[in-house]
């Protein structure tokens, strides 16, 4: 009879052995997201590779909280859609300069581009509108009524695929400013003040670390005695089969 091995606990880390650690995946969950969006960047093609949605102006296609993944395209071939019957591309525009200052911020529009048109100046120009039919019966319009013409330098790229809900964390980050705020100050103080006990007091890490010690040796104490009550027991199971074999050699 084959003996199951013992598995050995592993050694329980010490506080100062936990927070390195979690210095560390913080370290490297910063540097990952700094890398990726470049990455994102540049396979895309679009300065905004990815945007959460914060507003419902575009349901019921896409609603707050969707994550859509933006990608560059040619102006020239950027397809016309009905407010409607949809189709066409979802586009992510600039509204900066088109006289639109009413809506109160600098984020990106995603509508769905409605018209297209070459301009006198030989520029391409765009209308765009929200699919919701109850707040956007109309195409965009600036803070004169009139429908915005979108210049094709203003367009930052067209919607790629859509992620759903993904991007209520950043929302409730935007809308709870203050609490997120807090949650991230209370996070870095108990670090530093945890950082800081330790070096003040290290014979409390001292004695943590024996604590630990004598609790991996007890473990691996008890694991040796466990694994040579196993030994003896086989020992004894093949000792009596041996026996056993002896006798029926004799009949």
Not at 54 to 69: A, F, H, K, N, Q
Not at 101 to 108: L, Q
Not at 132 to 137: A, G, H, I, Y
Request: aromatic content about 6%; overall charge negative.
């Amino acid at each position: 009879m084959a003996t199951k091995p013992v598995k050995k606990k592993k050694t329980p880390l010490t506080k100062k052995q936990q927070i390195i650690r979690e210095v560390i995946f913080f370290a490297v969950v910063i540097a990952l997201t700094f890398s990726f969006m470049p990455i994102m960047k540049a396979s895309l093609k679009s300065d905004y590779p990815l945007v959460v949605v914060t507003s419902g102006s575009m349901e019921t296609t896409i609603y707050r909280g969707d994550l859509l993944v933006i990608g560059g395209k040619d102006p020239a071939e950027i397809l016309v859609g009905d407010h409607i019957d949809h189709g066409g591309d979802i586009i992510l525009y600039n509204a900066t300069g088109l006289n639109w200052e009413s809506r109160g911020s600098d984020e990106p529009i995603v509508h769905r581009c409605v018209g297209k048109e070459v301009g006198d100046d030989g520029v391409l120009y765009f209308t765009a509108q929200g699919d919701n039919l109850d707040t956007n019966t109309r195409p965009d319009t600036d803070d004169d009524g009139n429908t915005i013409r979108i210049p094709e330098d203003h367009i930052l790229g067209v919607v790629k695929s859509i992620i759903p809900k993904i991007g209520y964390p950043k929302l409730w980050m935007a809308e709870n400013n203050i609490f997120s705020t807090i949650l991230v100050i209370g996070l870095a103080i108990l670090l530093v003040v945890s950082i800081v006990d330790d070096y003040l007091h290290p014979e409390k890490e001292e004695k943590n670390e024996a604590k630990t010690r004598e609790s991996a040796e007890s473990e691996i104490d008890d694991s040796e005695i466990i694994s040579r009550i196993n030994d003896g027991q086989v020992k004894e199971e093949e000792s009596k089969d041996s026996g056993d074999s002896e006798i029926d050699l004799g009949i």
